[in-house]
């Protein structure tokens, strides 16, 4: 097929949408109830009070959340878990999709409610117990960023609202082979034909390729210039014949990577987001928002690089005690510990309200999107350590019903992956020490983002490079 002979990526009406005289329809909107309006969005001004937005949000709450999930909230969310699965949240999420309150800060035409800081927190105060996870954390955190940024308002208005909605998933295709924490030096090319783009290379630590409907590409478009000025950034239809996708399995049994290939895949020039050559720049947008989602700051996000908290950390201990195992809560040492862990907790909490403060402003990230990001990802690594260790013999060894090594059947009569078996089997603590191991990786690792600290805000000499004002085609790769 060639480039331009179908409609283009991104002007079909959203999944989910009735396109009839009425006007669209998004999905979820009918099976609203309680204080919303016809298209599903919750009634609250943009200028509503904190007591305004808690006392509606609470209503909407008792009107949609089903009953079972609510009982269950008093027991945390291990009771959420065994209340309601995964399909159960998704099939139910287009109602929160359509509420307004899975991005409530942002404005109304782009799928929010337009509520203040004070507003907003108000409302997740009310949702939180509930544990209603932000669905697309990549859209709304990464993808987002950069539209918001530097967008057009077309853009906005076409992309924004099905992410919110959960209607388009987004992934982010940054890192190649050989380019990770030196991803400005990537190697995919974008060559211009017509109105398209056509893009040839690979991608990988895709994180959540294989469910992606869209995603964001920085690629080269100038071989003959240094390499941060030759880059330009892109909104990629996944859907098509010239990407594919394939999973990478981690420690815990459990799929969230990918790698990518393009083959000749195409991209309208309508779906390049700010100047040709400006994708650096670009780039650094969502790269702010990624580091901002890990550090938990973002929508969404925090939980799926997560695992235990410091209150959890209480139960865990006090437990140890009840059953008279040693290194418990009894222990004076295990109490200082989880304060201290508690006590780091609350900094990031504040840092990220810095954060929030600064974007409601609309100002572009400050220095504490990476000071976040490197707190978090060390904070996070000492809170799994404590919660495995504190399961002793237990976070080696445990009971389960699904054994490795033996076949199980899926709800459909076919064998699972033993993969996915071990997966299931880990206890909450174990999944979640081994999945933090990544959580000064991901996102841009530790030391990369230390140097940013070090060079963009203390001042300090910036790391030696060789190559640097040097064209990217004359710079040696491995």
Not at 277 to 289: A, E, H, K, Q
Not at 398 to 408: N, V
Request: aromatic letters at 6%; one cysteine or more; a negative charge.
């Amino acid at each position: 097929m060639a480039p331009g002979t179908e409609p283009a990526p991104g002007t079909e009406p959203a999944a989910g949408t009735d396109t009839a005289d009425s006007g669209p329809v998004p999905k979820g909107a009918a099976d609203a109830r309680g204080p919303v309006g016809p298209d599903g969005r919750l009634l609250l001004a943009a200028d509503a009070s904190p007591d305004q937005a808690r006392a509606l949000v609470t209503e909407w709450v008792e009107a949609n959340v089903p009953a079972a999930w609510r009982a269950a909230a008093a027991g945390g969310r291990a009771a959420i878990r065994k209340a309601r699965s995964r399909a159960d949240y998704e099939r139910w999420y287009p109602v929160f999709g359509v509420s307004g309150l899975v991005a409530a800060r942002w404005a109304p035409e782009f799928g929010g409610l337009g509520l203040s800081a004070d507003a907003a927190k108000a409302a997740d105060e009310v949702l939180r117990p509930y544990n209603l996870g932000r669905l697309n954390p990549l859209g709304l955190a990464n993808a987002a960023a950069a539209l918001f940024a530097h967008g057009t308002e077309e853009q906005k208005r076409r992309f924004l609202p099905p992410i919110v909605r959960n209607e388009e998933v987004w992934c982010q295709l940054f890192s190649e082979p050989g380019a990770g924490s030196d991803l400005a030096s990537l190697s995919t090319r974008a060559v211009r034909e017509g109105d398209n783009w056509i893009l040839t290379g690979q991608k990988v630590w895709t994180t959540w390729g294989f469910l992606a409907d869209y995603g964001v590409v920085l690629a080269r478009t100038d071989p003959d210039v240094p390499k941060r000025n030759g880059l330009t950034y892109f909104l990629l239809d996944m859907r098509q014949p010239g990407v594919e996708v394939r999973s990478l399995r981690h420690i815990t049994g459990e799929v969230d990577f990918c790698e990518v290939f393009l083959d000749e895949a195409v991209v309208p020039d309508g779906q390049r987001l700010g100047a040709v050559g400006d994708g650096w720049r670009v780039g650094n947008s969502t790269l702010s928002g990624e580091r901002q989602m890990v550090s938990g700051s973002g929508s969404g996000g925090v939980d799926r690089i997560g695992g235990s908290g410091a209150l959890h950390l209480v139960k865990l201990a006090k437990d140890v005690t009840a059953a008279g195992r040693p290194g418990g809560w009894a222990e004076p040492t295990v109490r200082q510990e989880i304060a201290k862990l508690y006590s780091e907790e609350r900094i990031r909490g504040w840092t990220n309200e810095r954060i929030r403060a600064r974007l409601a402003a609309g100002l572009a990230p400050g220095p504490e999107s990476s000071i976040g990001k490197v707190h978090q990802g060390d904070l996070n690594q000492r809170t799994q350590a404590l919660a495995a260790d504190l399961l002793g013999a237990h976070g080696a060894a445990w009971e389960s019903e699904l054994l490795p090594g033996t076949e199980h059947l899926g709800a459909d009569g076919a064998p699972l992956d033993p993969a996915e078996v071990y997966a299931d089997s880990l206890p909450h603590e174990v999944r979640g020490m081994l999945r933090s191991r990544a959580n000064t990786i991901e996102g841009g690792t530790s030391e990369v983002n230390k140097n940013i600290l070090a060079e963009r805000v203390l001042g300090l000499p910036r790391e030696p490079d060789p190559h640097r004002g040097k064209p990217w085609k004359d710079v040696p790769r491995s």
